[in-house]
């Protein structure tokens, strides 16, 4: 058996679509950037190159995610990592990088309640979590499982 996992930090594109499969599960598909610096050797200048991927979230996870993330957003996102090799409009071969999330996290700051002075910067539920773009608190909740707290659960935490 093999196994191909990917995780990677970056921002949302553009703001997650979703949408149903004709038996009625929802999809939720985005675009993640993927920056990264390095140094050129010959000029000592910083380089920037970006990765673009292609992120599906499935079931409950896919409607969190519509609810909860916007575009510029940070997230972290970890699945199943592939390859597809199409042929652009313009006929050049493209090769476009794909994760089907297991699990995504919104690393954006939740806004502070009053008398509350920290942030939560980790998700609910192995799914999207955290503000919406108004600043307002996130929607919905949880679902359970993966060593990930539910909102009214970090209340509950020692520190």
């Known amino acids: 058996m093999a196994l191909c996992k990917a995780m990677i930090i970056g921002n949302l ?11 009625g599960r929802p999809v939720t598909q985005f675009n993640v950037a993927v920056n990264q610096s390095t140094k050129n050797q010959q000029t000592g200048e910083w380089v920037e190159a970006t990765d673009w991927f292609r992120v599906s ?3 409950d996870r896919a409607e969190r995610a519509a609810e909860t993330l916007r575009k510029g957003n940070k997230v972290f996102v970890e699945g199943r990592f592939k390859t597809r090799e199409f042929e652009g409009r313009d006929g050049q071969k493209r090769t476009s990088l794909e994760i089907t999330a297991d699990s995504v996290v919104n690393l954006e700051k939740r806004p502070r309640e009053e008398g509350e002075g920290q942030f939560a910067a980790a998700g609910a539920a192995g799914g999207a979590s955290s503000s919406g773009p108004s600043g307002a608190p996130p929607r919905g909740g949880g679902g359970g499982g ?3 707290f539910e909102d009214n659960e970090l209340d509950d935490l020692p520190f």
């Open 146 to 148: 993966g060593g990930n």
């Open 13 to 23: 594109g553009a703001d997650p679509e979703m949408r149903y499969t004709p038996n």
């Open 57 to 59: 979230v499935w079931g």
